[in-house]
């Protein structure tokens, strides 16, 4: 079954270029998209969707002290058991407003492109407890995470 779908990101990042140090790095963020999921329920349980991507950073680490991105991600949710989850997701942004447009696809730089791979796995422990570890790579640039998260 196809619907509607959306995902929304308030708070702060950093960019990710090595020249770049210290707290004049971090910047305020506000994301989302709109798109469509289709989920199934036959062969392994999950979903797959698409969303129409806009980013917004306002901070010190951009020229003119702002950035606006639009671009897409595709992604999949799978739940193989009841208690696991896996997701799979990839995505691109293009800056369009605030930085230079990108030169090259390799660019690397800081007004460079934003091809994002993002992969997560998660274990319930109970019902409101959840394990859960998370690797993103984006311009070169390598992030893991690994969180309990506790849901009330």
Request: include cysteine; hydrophobic fraction near 40%; charged fraction near 20%.
């Amino acid at each position: 079954m196809i619907r509607p779908s959306w995902h929304v990101y308030v708070g702060s990042d950093r960019v990710r270029e090595d020249a770049c140090a210290g707290w004049d790095c971090v910047y305020g963020s506000l994301s989302g998209g709109a798109g469509l999921a289709l989920g199934w329920e036959r062969w392994l349980p999950g979903f797959a969707y698409g969303f129409a991507d806009l980013d917004t950073g306002v901070g010190a680490p951009f020229r003119d002290a702002y950035r606006l991105q639009a671009g897409a991600s595709l992604g999949a949710l799978l739940t193989p058991l009841s208690a696991w989850r896996v997701q799979l997701e990839a995505g691109y942004l293009y800056p369009f407003l605030g930085v230079a447009p990108p030169d090259s696809f390799d660019d690397g730089g800081d007004d460079g492109v934003n091809f994002r791979l993002h992969g997560a796995t998660s274990v319930s422990l109970t019902h409101d407890l959840e394990l859960r570890v998370e690797a993103t790579k984006l311009r070169g640039a390598f992030d893991g995470t690994l969180s309990l998260r506790w849901y009330r």
